[in-house]
Each structure stands twice: as structure tokens, then as C-alpha cells.
């Protein structure tokens, strides 16, 4: 199996979870997952502009950071 093939099952996954009516595996990304990839990806480009070390909360109860 290639990289390209987990997008398969990961649709496959997706789609028995829908029609199962149950929730996604654990293992699939969720909006958590997401959150984080954001807040680290926010940091880094601050930390890019501000030519700093930026701290990164990466949990999911960390208030939200305003971009300037």
C-alpha cells in the first residue's frame, strides 16, 4: 500500500461511520487535531515575522491567539 491509498480508506472509514450511523475512528483526524495543526502553524509564521521563539499552546482548552 502507497501514501496514496490511505486516502481510500480513510474515505472508506468516513463512510461506513456515516452509514453505520456511529462515530468516526479515533484514529482519524478530528477538529481537535486541527485546532492544534493551526494554533502550530500560526507560531511559526509569528515567530517567522517576528525573527522570536514563539510559545505554543497546543492543548484544546488554550484560549484563542488574535493574529495581528
Same mark, same amino acid.
Given at each position: 500500500? &502507497?501514501?496514496?491509498?490511505? %486516502?481510500?480508506? /480513510?474515505?472508506?472509514?468516513? @463512510?461506513e461511520? *456515516? *452509514?453505520? /450511523?456511529?462515530? =468516526?475512528d479515533?484514529? /482519524? $483526524?478530528n477538529f481537535? !487535531? &486541527? @485546532?492544534?495543526? $493551526?494554533? %502550530?502553524? !500560526?507560531?511559526?509564521?509569528?515567530?517567522?515575522? +517576528?525573527?522570536?521563539? =514563539?510559545?505554543? !499552546? @497546543?492543548?484544546?482548552?488554550?484560549? +484563542?491567539?488574535?493574529?495581528s
Amino acid at each position: 500500500i &502507497g501514501w496514496e491509498h490511505s %486516502f481510500v480508506h /480513510q474515505w472508506q472509514a468516513f @463512510l461506513e461511520a *456515516i *452509514i453505520e /450511523q456511529r462515530p =468516526v475512528d479515533t484514529i /482519524q $483526524a478530528n477538529f481537535t !487535531d &486541527g @485546532l492544534r495543526v $493551526a494554533r %502550530f502553524s !500560526d507560531a511559526i509564521y509569528e515567530s517567522a515575522r +517576528e525573527s522570536r521563539r =514563539v510559545p505554543v !499552546d @497546543l492543548s484544546s482548552r488554550s484560549s +484563542e491567539r488574535r493574529m495581528s
